[in-house]
């Protein structure tokens, strides 16, 4: 059993409260697990009100897969509106 994990680092620099940018990260949280289906949690920088790190996992049998499925995420965030993705790291366990 293979677990990747993702940790996305974003700025979200339309929020001018923290409900704005805990409703960005929602919204970030929800499409990623919809089309993905993985665990997305936001795990970090839960105060500040322009920065969040988003935290996504996935389990499975083969590494390269599960690489290559944290990596569309990564790609499909930098598209994504209600965030800029400031930095991303992938490890597993």
């Not at 620099?13 to 923290?18: E, G, H, I, K």
């Not at 919204?27 to 997305?40: G, Q, T």
């Not at 920065?51 to 083969?62: F, L, P, Q, R």
């Amino acid at each position: 059993m293979i677990i990747g994990i993702l940790r996305l680092e974003l700025g979200i620099y339309d929020a001018f409260s923290l409900k704005d940018k805990r409703r960005a990260i929602k919204s970030l949280k929800d499409k990623i697990a919809h089309r993905y289906n993985v665990s997305v949690a936001e795990v970090d920088s839960l105060e500040s009100m322009r920065h969040g790190t988003v935290g996504v996992a996935m389990v499975g049998n083969d590494h390269a897969y599960i690489e290559g499925a944290l990596s569309q995420i990564v790609d499909y965030v930098r598209e994504m509106r209600q965030a800029d993705l400031e930095e991303y790291e992938i490890e597993f366990v």
